[in-house]
């Protein structure tokens, strides 16, 4: 049984930095796809980052990239997402993902406030 729990939320000025984790619980992360997904008030949940199991393969939304960037730690088992130059836009729940043999696994999510 996969189980993923987000940290690293806050309020933040535009302009600052957060880093989220995402902490797997379960067996071999490392063959697991990662992602990074948020869902502001009133809109859909929309893919933010992901990382394949092997991390050699990352992919952005085009409103995130160059501010935004996902890596794992497959020692400690965690997904992270640095966040730089945040904008008030970026205001949302931040789920993590986990993703294997047409299986998804969802954290609960961490609240990203950025203020203007």
């Known amino acids: 049984q996969v189980q993923l729990e987000e940290s690293g939320g806050g309020l933040v000025q535009a302009g600052g930095s957060l880093r989220l984790s995402c902490a797997f619980s379960?067996?071999?992360?490392?063959?697991?796809?990662m992602g990074w997904f948020r869902q502001a008030p009133g809109k859909e949940r929309e893919s933010v980052a992901t990382i394949n199991f092997s991390a050699d393969y990352t992919n952005y939304s085009d409103s995130v990239k160059g501010r935004f960037t996902i890596s794992r730690d497959d020692a400690k088992n965690t997904l992270f997402l640095q966040m730089n130059n945040l904008k008030p836009e970026d205001t949302a729940v931040y789920y993590c993902?986990?993703?294997?043999?047409?299986?998804?696994?969802w954290g609960q999510g961490t609240q990203v406030t950025v203020s203007s």
């Open positions: 993902k986990a993703s294997r043999q047409g299986y998804d696994y």
């Open positions: 379960g067996r071999n992360f490392n063959s697991y796809n």
